[in-house]
């Protein structure tokens, strides 16, 4: 079946510098990428989203990036901070609202 | 956006009883969504609830086991049964507006002893 493979499990960054969270999914009929932030304690929720025409989109301090021919695709956060610390997941859908999830990255920020 | 109130926000429970699980949205919405996510792991939709009609279950979940209800366009209740240890979990309820976001309220932690 459909799945989406998210690595690394775990990422420890020193404080301000850059983090990098990649996914790479198996259908080729998704079209939606979205990127979730689920602070301890909390839902997730939504940070970044990208659609399959566009290769990159960008928000203040994240990006995302997107290669539909390799079928992958990256958060990048730069000038990280310690309220960048939670779990993120990706996620990739072909209809509304039917989402593969990512097992998930746990971002340490060192300070 | 969509505002999600949970209750339950946590709750230890016995083995072989059942819970329920209130979701209450802002706003009305057309799809309400029920995910369970285990200690340290990945969200696992449980079913998608529509007003009107019967929920939607997942493979691997059934309607005796998670019995859903959604009275109206901004409610759903989620019921766990017959709860055991493995079900010790924390229970998401989710929605969107249509723009492909989710919204997802804060959860509910329910340990089972």
């Known amino acids: 079946g459909e799945n989406v493979e998210q690595h690394p499990s775990t990422l420890s960054v020193q404080e301000g510098d850059s983090a990098v969270i990649k996914c790479t999914y198996s259908d080729s009929a998704s079209n939606y990428f979205p990127w979730y932030k689920q602070e301890l304690g909390k839902g997730p929720q939504l940070i970044i989203d990208i659609r399959s025409n566009v290769g990159e989109k960008k928000d203040q301090r994240i990006a995302v990036t997107l290669n539909k021919t390799a079928k992958h695709f990256s958060l990048h956060i730069t000038e990280t901070q310690p309220e960048d610390s939670a779990v993120y997941f990706c996620?990739?859908?072909?209809?509304?609202?039917?989402?593969?999830w990512g097992a998930g990255t746990k971002l340490i920020i060192k300070p | 956006s969509a505002v999600i109130s949970q209750k339950p926000s946590r709750d230890i429970c016995q083995r072989g009883t059942s819970l329920t699980i209130q979701c209450q949205v802002d706003?009305?919405?057309?799809?309400m969504f029920w995910y369970r996510q285990q200690p340290g792991q990945s969200l696992t939709l449980i079913a998608t609830?529509?007003?009107?009609?019967?929920?939607?279950?997942e493979s691997g979940f059934v309607i005796d086991k998670f019995p859903i209800s959604r009275p109206n366009l901004t409610f759903s209740t989620l019921t766990v049964s017959n709860m055991s240890p493995e079900d010790s979990s924390i229970y998401l309820c989710?929605?969107?507006?249509?723009?492909?976001?989710?919204?997802f309220g804060e959860g509910s932690r329910l340990t089972v002893l």
């Open positions: 706003s009305q919405v057309t799809m």
């Open positions: 989710s929605t969107g507006l249509g723009g492909g976001e989710l919204f």
């Open positions: 996620a990739a859908s072909y209809s509304n609202y039917q989402l593969i």
């Open positions: 609830a529509n007003q009107g009609s019967e929920a939607t279950y």
